[in-house]
Each structure stands twice: as structure tokens, then as C-alpha cells.
């Protein structure tokens, strides 16, 4: 188990999107009609531990107004510093929530709110348990503690034992339209063109929280460094393989990154080929694109465009990534 570490608090009118899911618990946090288990399930990223937070903010708050926590109250004071009791929240050990920890949840709940009020159990990325391990968190929920709340956080309902999804409530959680994604990025990471935070959003389908992720590798720093190098002129032919294959051993260790890398390289070489064949107007394509524009003509970019696609394939099929990357380099640079 592990302590609350998002040391904030979000109301629901500051979550972007789920328009659905802010409904459904805003009526049974207002009317108190609370059911023992959620599931919040739906893509990685779009805010469902988020949500969760917000959800326990509301219950642990003493002096909470709808759906507003006060913020200022001894439980608001708790969960800001991480320290509340009656909040408990369960992470993967590794690749999965294994059955000793489960277990360790299941002592934990022998006692009784330590504030005479809720207690509130998360549990995230519960599609990764195991059978074992979902058969001891089945038992929690067909015989709940009295004023225990759970809400698992999980991608799918698919993944998990058909009867954990049964006593759970399901609440459904969808991408964002790609604006919202884009807000969110930027507003973590103001930094961000609001071009290339677009773009992100999405390469990560409308999943903030995904791209984010993709942003702390560097990726934009990587494309942008690639692109320099389309334009870099080289002496010789030994300094371009050179320099190729330099590029392809620095991608080639990305892990979930790499084939959102290769997605960038594909948009950018098909927004270069929109506006050789007047598809898309010079003013309105990115710097990157208007650099470059003239290098290549439309069968070379085609060939480009291939070269990406060849290597999505391979990467599919777990050829040697090294490998994979050094032809792709050798091919676009």
C-alpha cells in the first residue's frame, strides 16, 4: 500500500472532459448514494486516478459543499499533506498489485474509520492483478466494511474477473477531444508551442495523461533534432551514414516512445508532401515544413513515408530494434 502523493486538490469543474463520470458521481456524492465499489475504467491517461483523487477529496472533506472540498478543514489539512488515515491507495508492485498486497488491505480494514467517517481505497492499474490476487479482492467486495469506499482504476473491465466487475459500479471514462488534450498538456508543460501540444494529443489519441508521459522522454527534443538534420548538409557520404547511424543507436533505446516517434516522422513527411501537391497552404504548415519544403520531390517522399511504415512492421514483429532504426536512419537521412 501506499500513501496519498498528489499533494493538490481538484475539484470536478477543473477536470477537462468526462462529462459522463462528473455527472454520474456529482448525483451520488450530492444524494448519498454511494455505491461500495466504482470501476473506472477507460484509456490510460485521460484522468480516471485524477477523478479518484477528486472523488476522495469530496468524501474525506468534513466541511465539503457538493462537490467541492473546503480545503481548509482537519481532512482537507490530511490529504494535502499525504498524511490522512482513512485514504488508502494501491499502486503495482512492478508489473502487477500481487496477492500480498491484498492481503495487506484486508488487515488494514479489520478496524474501522480511524475518523468516524469514510475510508477510501484506489486501486490503480487493477487490470494488471492476477487471478489469485483478484480472487482475494473479489472477497473484499462481496462482504465490503461498512463505510469503505472503493474505486478501482483500470483500462479495461475486459481484463479483469468478470465477478469483481459485477459488485463494482462502472463508470466509464473516453479520450478527450483533442483541444481539451491539448490545454492540459500545455497547462503542464507551458513550455509547449501549442502546435506541437496539439500534435501530441494527437499522436496520444486524446490521453493528456499518455502524452505527458511521451513528453518527459524528450520526444519533441528528439524531432526536432531529427529535423535539423534532414536540413544539415554533409561533406561526404561517410559522414552522413555517419551521423545516420548515430541518430538510429540514440531512438533505437526508447521504448514506448519510439513508435509515437515514428508517427511524428510520418505526419511530417506527409504535411511536406500536402504542400508540394498544394494541399496545404506554405503560410499555414509548421517552421519544420516550410525549412524543408523543397528538398525532396513527391516520389522521394513517398519513399520516406514507406521507409516509416517498413519500420512500424518490424518493430511489430520484435525484429532487432537496432537494427530497425539504423535502416530507417540510413533511409531518411
Known amino acids: ?50 477523478m479518484a483523487a477528486a472523488v476522495a477529496d469530496i468524501l474525506l ?26 485514504y488508502i491507495r494501491i499502486t503495482p508492485q512492478g508489473a ?14 479489520v478496524f474501522s474509520p480511524f475518523e468516524n467517517g469514510y475510508r477510501v481505497i484506489v486501486l490503480e492499474d487493477v487490470h494488471t492483478m492476477r ?9 473484499l467486495l462481496e462482504e465490503p466494511p461498512p463505510n469503505n469506499i472503493f474505486i478501482l482504476i483500470g483500462s479495461s473491465a475486459e481484463a479483469l474477473l468478470s465477478t ?23 497547462s503542464q508543460c ?49 559522414v552522413r551514414v555517419e551521423n545516420a547511424l548515430a541518430f538510429a543507436g540514440e531512438i533505437s533505446v526508447l521504448k514506448e516512445a519510439l513508435p509515437v516517434l515514428l508517427r511524428l516522422f510520418r505526419l511530417f513527411f506527409k504535411e511536406v508532401m500536402m504542400v508540394r501537391v498544394g494541399g496545404k497552404n506554405e503560410q499555414s504548415c509548421s517552421p519544420e515544413v516550410a525549412a524543408v ?3 525532396w520531390n513527391l516520389n522521394q517522399l513517398s519513399a520516406k513515408i514507406t521507409a516509416v511504415d517498413l519500420a512500424e512492421k518490424a518493430l511489430t514483429r520484435n525484429c532487432n530494434r537496432g537494427l530497425v532504426c539504423e535502416v530507417l536512419m540510413l533511409d531518411l537521412l
Open 1 to 50: 500500500m501506499s500513501s496519498y502523493v498528489d499533494l493538490t486538490m481538484v475539484a470536478f469543474d477543473q477536470i477537462r472532459g468526462q462529462s459522463k463520470a462528473k455527472r454520474l458521481l456529482g448525483r451520488a456524492l450530492a444524494g448519498s448514494r454511494l455505491s461500495h465499489a466504482y470501476l473506472f475504467s477507460g484509456p490510460t491517461g485521460v484522468g480516471k486516478a485524477t
Open 190 to 238: 507551458p513550455e509547449l508551442e501549442a502546435e506541437n501540444a496539439l500534435m501530441l494529443a494527437a499522436l496520444a489519441d486524446g490521453c493528456p495523461g499518455q502524452a505527458l508521459s511521451l513528453e518527459t522522454e524528450g520526444l519533441f527534443e528528439i524531432y526536432t533534432r531529427f529535423v535539423d538534420r534532414l536540413r544539415q548538409p554533409y561533406p561526404n557520404e561517410a
Open 61 to 86: 472533506c468534513e466541511s465539503q459543499q457538493g462537490d467541492q472540498p473546503c480545503g481548509v478543514c482537519p481532512g482537507c489539512a490530511k490529504m494535502l499533506s499525504g498524511n490522512h488515515p482513512d
Open 293 to 295: 519544403r523543397e528538398l
Open 131 to 139: 487471478r489469485e490476487a483478484g480472487n482475494s479482492l473479489l472477497k
Open 96 to 109: 502487477a498489485i500481487k496477492i500480498d498486497q491484498i492481503r495487506a488491505l484486508k488487515e488494514a480494514l
Open 164 to 186: 469483481i466487475v459485477s459488485r463494482c459500479q462502472v463508470v466509464p471514462f473516453f479520450s478527450l477531444p483533442l483541444a481539451d488534450a491539448a490545454k492540459v498538456i500545455t
